[in-house]
T-cell receptor
Framework: GAGVSQTPSNKVTEKGKYVELRCDPI?????LYWYRQSLGQGPEFLIY????????DSGLPNDRFFAVRPEGSVSTLKIQRTERGDSAVYLC???????????FGPGTRLTVL | AQTVTQSQPEMSVQEAETVTLSCTYD???????LFWYKQPPSRQMILVIR??????QNATENRFSVNFQKAAKSFSLKISDSQLGDAAMYFC??????????FGTGTRLKVLA
């Protein structure tokens, strides 16, 4: 596609529920990243995929967070047993290679009530 | 650890005037990249300008230019002939040659008509 797309744009859920956030990167980009942006902060790195594999998941805050990219294109960020502190904007970015400039999607605003 | 500091939470500029946004960073590395991203209310992070640390020449993109002072670890963004569409959050980011971006906390720019 022309740019990185993310769905849904907004997601409201209740504490304890499971959510999935989807990212569709720029066509042909092999590298994909997830970031979390809390209110009043800059984005913070969560995980980096090169192809289908998670090359660096050091930013995932705990084991409730998990991400997949089964075919090396679309990625899904999964959050189990959501907590109010998970409320944030989740941004996805992609790049042609790991050293190339990252292009961001519009993000998903997650609100946990 | 690398850090990025944006000391101006908010700035205002009159339309058609010039404004400078400040950014400092801390690193012990010699090879790295610096970026300015713009985030409008749509949430999409848009690349404004990029600077490679090994280049002494300051990067320029139309009305946007940087003042890169490597020894001082300073990377300011100058916006000339400000337009209403420039109003947004601006984030300074550091990347050490690979893929993990470290973002500052952002500066909100208001453009006054």
């Amino acid at each position: 596609g022309a740019g990185v797309s993310q769905t849904p744009s907004n997601k409201v859920t209740e504490k304890g529920k499971y959510v999935e956030l989807r990212c569709d990167p720029i066509s042909g980009h092999t590298a994909l990243y997830w970031y979390r942006q809390s209110l009043g902060q800059g984005p913070e790195f969560l995980i980096y995929f090169q192809g289908t594999g998670a090359a660096d998941d050091s930013g995932l805050p705990n084991d409730r967070f998990f991400a997949v990219r089964p075919e090396g294109s679309v990625s899904t960020l999964k959050i189990q047993r959501t907590e109010r502190g998970d409320s944030a904007v989740y941004l996805c970015a992609s790049s042609a290679g790991r050293t190339d400039t990252q292009y961001f999607g519009p993000g998903t605003r997650l609100t946990v009530l | 650890a690398q850090t990025v500091t944006q000391s101006q939470p908010e700035m205002s500029v009159q339309e058609a005037e010039t404004v400078t946004l400040s950014c400092t960073y801390d690193t012990s590395e010699s090879d790295y990249y610096l970026f300015w991203y713009k985030q409008p209310p749509s949430r999409q992070m848009i690349l404004v300008i990029r600077q490679e640390a090994y280049k002494q020449q300051n990067a320029t993109e139309n009305r946007f230019s940087v003042n890169f002072q490597k020894a001082a670890k300073s990377f300011s963004l100058k916006i000339s002939d400000s337009q209403l569409g420039d109003a947004a959050m601006y984030f300074c980011a550091y990347r050490r040659g690979t893929y993990k971006y470290i973002f500052g906390t952002g500066t909100r720019l208001k453009v006054l008509a």
